[in-house]
């Protein structure tokens, strides 16, 4: 029997919420999607949603404005908050970052 290295599973990012106490407004989630990351009256990360307004709540990836921008890209965005206050969730609604 061969060892065969396990299918890499694709990426599908099914929620995502930013934590407000955690959030310094550094702005590398807006630097790395612009698109769907922007900073509030308040300088707190909030995802822009096709319904108005942005929130940092828990928001299903279906609800963003932005519906090309792919999951890697949304992942980079996060991992790149420097207090890690970006945190996503897989389909299945599994933490996958941080």
Do not use: H, W
């Not at 822009?48 to 792919?70: A, F, G, N, V, Y």
Request: glycine share 4%; charged share 30%; proline share 7%.
């Amino acid at each position: 029997m061969e060892n065969q290295e396990p299918a890499k599973k694709t990426l599908r990012i099914g929620k995502l919420m930013v934590d407000r106490n955690l959030c310094i407004g550094a702005a590398s989630c807006v630097a790395g999607a612009p698109s769907t990351f922007e900073l509030d009256a308040e300088n707190k990360a909030v995802m822009r949603r096709k319904t108005p307004p942005p929130s940092s709540d828990m928001t299903s990836r279906q609800d963003l404005e932005d519906q090309t921008i792919d999951d890697e890209t949304l992942l980079l965005a996060a991992k790149s908050c420097p207090t890690q206050a970006i945190i996503v969730f897989d389909e299945e609604g599994n933490q996958i970052y941080p």
